[in-house]
């Protein structure tokens, strides 16, 4: 069965997390559980990164990172950050993305990825702005779902 491969950086993974009174992180939050109970059932693939994993290690809030860390166990694979990851998100910083996004990114296009998915508005119109390759698209997790459900 081929699956389709997708990506959730940090604040994606933590949105479940968010305080829900605000009706778009209650919506964002409740796509982002529909997505891991999909992965759960085998209908979607989440790839995990090096870069991920760190990023969550330094968490702050103990009940936050551990959240964080057991949502991301449902990743099939861990991808590494190879010279080839640095060189490209070199390319993804020159257009003003912020270094540890811009490696998510190199990740998730390196890896040929779907889908990937983000909860930060001004990352994701840079990303949209620019087409770094034509087989991963840049979402948000409303986006994402309506991707994969329909």
Known sequence: MNRTLIYLDTCSIQRPLDNKLQPRIFLEAEAILTV??????????????DVLKFE????????????????????????????????LSERIIAVGVKPFDAVHTAVAIENHVSFFCTCDDKLLKKLKLVNFNEHTKFVSPLELIMEVTL
Not at 41 to 47: C, M, P, R, V
Request: proline residues 2%.
């Open 36 to 49: 891991f109970s999909l992965v759960g059932a085998g209908e979607l693939e989440l790839l995990s990164s």
């Open 56 to 87: 969550i290690s330094c968490i702050a809030n103990l009940n936050r990172r551990k959240e964080a860390e057991t949502l991301l166990r449902l990743a099939s694979r861990v991808a590494p950050v190879r010279h080839s990851t640095r060189l």
